[in-house]
């Protein structure tokens, strides 16, 4: 019986790629282990899934606290060689991650015990993760056709990892009222304002569910009708496959999710400010291929989030066509035939 241990994290959109495989391989009687960071959260959703989960050392580069990134490299030495332990003690014949700094160390690991691993860039282009593991991952998958030009020659298009419930999702999709606002797993401050801002406004054409992350409940206005605020949601693709409209982050996963699930949506990328301008390049992409109305940060208020709403509803038809065309195919099965290849030698 192989095992494959997972790593990656510190988002959902690190997590979830891993789970589809997981559906995919778990019907196949592998084994699995995940290996991630305790302060995550991804423990919470492979716990879910029945994963054991085990936890490492991570060091992350902050783009905002230079003095905090001396300890950084110190920190993935630490992680690899706690990744190290993990392995042996799985014995391991493979290892997958979705980049992130969660996942190197485990790469690095694997490459010295001799371990097969593959790497998955969800993202349009590479994140630091991704290239500081060119020397050490054994391939490398993508969900974007062109990223596999930004990784080395042994890399393949896969498509993106979507679990294999999101296509019965859409084929049972009734369309209620209502309107789903996230801000990725952690939520997002200035989505939060706007939204809030604009809720009168909102409730009086959607029911609105507003999943605003940990510790952001807004309690003056928990008694809103129409306006139902949450931390966070366990199976958010349940809520979007119901929604008739959907504001979010531009986070890779969500944004094929929404393909998928073939919702009308608003994405807010996180701009160049905070991020390395991933997502600015996923929502371009998508707006390009014409499935995604794309509102940037700098823009966003409550007047301009009521119009790309009305913008995106009114036009719902054509994005619902543009994702129809748009090839998501089957990821999971591509990436979980990589693995079991890896394995055997």
């Given at each position: ?20 495989v ?11 282990l ?5 302060a ?7 716990g879910?899934e029945?994963?054991?989960f ?5 060091g992350?580069?902050?783009r905002?606290?230079l003095?905090a ?7 993935v030495?630490?992680?690899?060689f ?7 003690r ?10 992130g700094?969660?996942g ?5 690991a ?16 590479p ?10 991952a ?10 596999r030009?930004?990784?080395?020659r ?5 498509g ?15 369309v ?12 997002s ?9 604009a809720?009168?406004?909102?409730t009086?054409r ?19 009708e ?23 982050r531009?986070?890779?996963s969500?944004?094929?999710?929404l ?6 949506h608003?994405?807010?990328?996180l ?22 109305l794309?509102?940037?940060?700098s ?6 989030l009521?119009?790309a ?37």
């Amino acid at each position: 019986m192989r095992t494959l241990v997972f790593g990656g994290g510190g988002t959902a959109g690190h997590v979830t790629p891993s789970l589809a495989v997981f559906d995919v391989l778990e019907a196949r009687g592998w084994n699995f282990l995940y290996a991630g960071s305790s302060a995550g959260i991804e423990a919470r959703l492979v716990g879910r899934e029945g994963i054991p989960f085990q936890p490492i050392s991570v060091g992350k580069w902050q783009r905002k606290r230079l003095l905090a990134n001396l300890k950084t490299p110190m920190k993935v030495v630490r992680g690899v060689f706690d990744a190290m332990q993990v392995l042996r003690r799985a014995r391991a014949d493979v290892v997958f991650t979705t980049g992130g700094y969660v996942g190197l160390p485990l790469i690095v690991a694997a490459r010295l015990l001799g371990i097969p691993s593959l790497v998955h860039e969800c993202d349009l282009t590479p994140g630091l993760a991704v290239r500081l593991a060119f020397p050490f991952a054994t391939r490398f998958s993508c969900s974007f056709s062109t990223t596999r030009d930004a990784l080395p020659r042994r890399a393949v298009h896969t498509g993106p990892p979507l679990r294999k419930y999101m296509t019965a999702l859409r084929e049972a999709r009734e369309v209620s009222n209502t309107l789903v606002v996230f801000g990725g797993s952690l939520g997002s401050v200035a989505i939060n304002t706007a939204v809030r801002a604009a809720v009168r406004e909102l409730t009086a054409r959607y029911e609105v569910v507003h999943v605003c992350g940990r510790g952001n409940i807004d309690q003056s206005l928990q008694h809103v009708e129409g306006y139902q605020q949450l931390e966070y949601v366990d199976d958010l693709p349940q809520l979007l496959a119901r929604a008739r409209a959907v504001v979010a982050r531009a986070g890779s996963s969500s944004l094929w999710e929404l393909v998928q699930l073939r919702v009308p949506h608003v994405v807010v990328p996180l701009p160049l400010s905070v991020s390395r301008g991933d997502q600015l390049a996923n929502a371009a992409y998508f707006e390009q291929h014409g499935t995604t109305l794309v509102l940037q940060q700098s823009d966003l208020s409550a007047a301009t989030l009521l119009e790309a709403l009305v913008r995106v509803t009114a036009h719902a038809q054509q994005h619902i066509a543009a994702m129809k065309r748009m090839e998501v195919g089957a990821g999971a099965e591509r990436v979980a035939a990589l693995l079991e290849c890896l394995a055997e030698g």
